[in-house]
Structures are given as structure tokens and as C-alpha cells.
């Protein structure tokens, strides 16, 4: 992009205070991942928008995003690094290096963040203004070797960061963020996968169950319920279909429903599609509020200004992919095209 184009550019979306982004992984090994922003009133979606800006690419398999202040964090999981740049102009800021296979980042405050790896056995520490690797949280001193503690989504509460250990695991680890270290771990159902918190202050956990042949082992995908004063488990629900791998499990604004994809990777399963139950519930529901159809439901995202849902269809898992705009009644508002593998989503509001 030439100098006035830059300018045109960065007139056009300096005033951006609200959109989604929607973070495409690419393929594997391909270096073909990018960030897409759809803005909501206008019903627009522009591609690919960190390379027509930086004329940099992302990299290979975008992950996932953050955003604290005016920078957004863009962590790209098999090329080891994080990009940063400005979150209304699309302007590269900075990168952070020297990362395992990095998933997702999380701010406990303005001088410090944790950075999950599917990986290196440890929660790495940054210093957001600096830009820079601080430190480490040790996740290997558990009891059995056979644990790896990849880790995946971080929640905080209060001084507590919950983080999901998904591949081969059946963990979620309690961290202290005040001394940056591991106090406990909780066991719920094998590869938990998302997690919420709810309005109840208890934490929500959907496990996927592992996979046929699996040296971990497979089971019946499950969701718990866990009462954070003594870390125990309220209750369970456990899905009929041994194939299900339900996945991304969110809450609406007011945090007493939940949302999730129940589906499989072969996308063969019945009754696939969006299911939505509230945390009241003694049962699991038995039908998709939104059924997948023809497409292949990735990802699954709630806009709790509006309480919207935006799904994501891979398709094939090789072509651009589409996202799925939809109201919490299941009702379509719209429909639009993004990049390869559309895997998470990141709301920007107005402050």
C-alpha cells in the first residue's frame, strides 16, 4: 500500500470503535492466515485487512486475539509469535518472538499477561510494554508424567486464572496471578475444550471426550459445573452419542444461558448445530436452536452488546469460509464471506 492509500486507509477506520474481527487460522504450514473486520451497522466486511495494511502477512494458523487499550494482540500459533497493532487503524505495532505454539493471550493487568501454549509445559509471562518474554509459570510438577498441560483459554476471577488443558488432558489449572504461580488443578472430562463463568460465579466446562484410538482414551463428551469456593464439580451432564465433540461454549450478557456447537469433524452427527440451554437446566437439550445443515459449523461466538451469535462455517476446511449472523431466538440477520478457516472472533465496543 503506497503512502496516500495508507493515509485514505487510516482516515477510513480511525474512527472505528466498534466491529468484529474474525481471526482465519489459514492452513497448516501454508502461511496463509487473515484477519477480516466486519463492522455491524453498516453490514460490511473487509478482508485480509493486517496485510492490505502492512503488507505483512500473519503467518501460519492464526489463533486468536486480545486487545488492551488501543493495541489488539494477534497470536499466531505455529509460527511462535504474536503481532500487535493498532485496533482501529490496522497498523503494525510491534511483535513478541521466541513463543512455542502460542493459543491465546490473556491481560492480568496493563504490565502483565499470560500466554497459553499447546507445547512448552508452562504458562509464559509478558510485559505488554515492553513488548517483551518475562518469565514463566511451571505447569510440570505434576505427579503423573503422562500430563502435558497444554493450555488453551484463561478465565480470571478475582486473583484466580482458570485455564483449560485440552490436548490429551483432563484438567483445568487454578493460577495465581498475584504470585505467578500454580495452586491447584480441578478434573473434569477428558479434553475440555471452552469454558464460561457464569452468573452464579461458577465455572462452566465443555469437554469434548477425546477421539477413537486416542492414547488418552475416549468418552462420552461431557459439561460440568464447578463450584469455585471448593472447586468441585455441582454437577454433570453427559451426551448420549459417543461421537459428539461439542465445542465453544459461550454465555449470553446476562450469563444465565449457555451456547455451544454440538457436532463432530466429520459433520455427520444428528441434530448438529447450535443447542442453547440455560444454566437452570436438569437436562440437555435434544435439538439444535440453529441446525448446521449443509454447512460445517468451526466456531462459535455471542455479541453480548446485542446478544447476537456469529457462527462460522469452514466448509471444506481449503476455501474461504462464511460467517452466520444470527439473534439468540435463532433468527438470520446476515451473511458474508471471509478468510480460510475462520476460527475465533473478537467484539470491539465503543468506550
Known sequence: MDDDALRDFTRLHQNNKEGVFIINEGNFNNSNASLSFYQRDKKTV??????NTNALPLGDIAQSMNIQD??????????GKIYIFNKNTFQYSGKITDLSSPRYIHFVNKSKAYVSDLYNKAITIIDPLSQTIIGYIPL????????????????QLDNKVYVNCWSYDDKILVINSLTDKLEDSISVGKQPNSMIIDQNYRLWVLS?????????????ASLSCINLRNLKIEKQFIFD????????LQTNITKDSL?????NWSGNL?????????IYDQTLPQKALIPQSDAMFYSLALDKKNSELYISDAKDFSQNGNVYRYSCKGNIIDTFKVGINPGNFYFMYEE
Do not use: C, R
Not at 259 to 263: C, D, L, P, Q, S
Open 46 to 51: 473487509e478482508n485480509n485487512v493486517f496485510y
Open 70 to 79: 488501543s493495541l489488539a494482540y494477534i497470536v499466531i500459533n505455529n509460527s
Open 140 to 155: 510440570d510438577n505434576h505427579q503423573e508424567d503422562f500430563y502435558q498441560h497444554s493450555t488453551e483459554q484463561m478465565l
Open 208 to 220: 469434548d471426550g477425546g477421539f477413537k484410538g486416542s492414547s488418552f482414551g475416549q468418552e462420552k
Open 241 to 248: 452419542d459417543i461421537d459428539a465433540s461439542p465445542s465453544h
Open 259 to 263: 451456547f455451544f456447537i454440538y457436532g
Open 270 to 278: 444428528a441434530n448438529s448445530g447450535i443447542w442453547a440451554m440455560s
